[in-house]
C-alpha cells in the first residue's frame, strides 16, 4: 500500500470485498459496491492485490506426496488472427497446476482415500523441459514424492525431488491418481469463466493467485481478511 494513491480505507473495504466469499468479484462489481468514481483504479488496484496474494503463496514450496499436472485455460485472442483448435490454439494458455495432499487410509475398513492441503498454479508462458524444471526446483521441497502423467515434458523431475512416478494419462488416472489436480482446473475454470468470461494472457496469473489463495485459506473463515491485509502490507524482496 506504500505509495500508493488511493487511501487505506479504500484499499480495506476492496479487500474486505475480495475475501468475503470463496467466489470471486468483478471490478466493476467491486466498484459498484464502493461507489467509486473510476473503473481503471478499482481494477488496478485489484490487481495489486492479486499480485500481494501471489507473492504470499511464493514463499511456500509443496512437501510430501505431490500430484503435479496441466490445465488448458482459455484465453481473451485478437479476432484478426486465424486461430488454431485444440492443443496448441492461441486461445490456450498452459498452467502448471500442483497439488500438495495427504495419503489416508481407514484402519478398520481398509479404504483409502487423500486429503488435500495446497495448491498452486503457475502460467507456463514458454513451454518446454526446462521451464517445468525451473517450476519444480522453485514450488517443491526436495523430498518430496511427485506423481503425474508421462508427458514428454517432464524428463527431468526425477532430478528435483526423491521420488518420481508417472503413469500413463486415462480416465482412471484422471479420477485417481491426479484427482486434486483436475478438481482444481475444473474449478478455476468455471470460477473465471463464471465471472470474466475472457482474460488476457499476460493477466491470468494474477486471478489464478487470488483463486488459490482462497483455496489454500479455505477454512479460515473471516481470517482470511486479516491474513491478507498482512499479505498486502508484506514487502516482499
Known sequence: ???????????????????????????????RQLNHPKYDTIWRLMHKIRSAMGKRDALYQLEGAIEFDEGYFEKASSQKVKLKRGRGSQRQMNVAVMVEYTPLED?????????????????????????INDTIEENFQEKSIVFSDKSTSYVDISDYVEI???EKSDKQVT??????????????????LGVFHKIKGKYLQLYLNEFCYKLNRRYFGSRVFDRLTLAVAKSYG
Open 175 to 192: 479420477k485417481s491418481t491426479l484427482k486434486w489436480v483436475h478438481i482444481a482446473i475444473r474449478d478455476a475454470k468455471r470460477t473465471l
Open 1 to 31: 500500500m506504500e505509495g500508493s494513491k488511493v487511501d487505506f480505507h479504500t484499499w480495506y473495504k476492496a479487500m474486505a470485498f475480495m475475501t468475503y466469499s470463496k467466489k470471486t468479484i468483478s471490478a466493476a462489481e467491486l466498484q
Open 164 to 166: 518420481y512416478m508417472t
Open 107 to 131: 484402519i478398520e475398513t481398509g479404504i483409502k482415500s487423500s486429503q488435500c492441503r495446497y495448491f498452486k498454479m503457475n502460467v507456463l508462458y514458454d513451454h518446454n523441459a526446462q521451464t
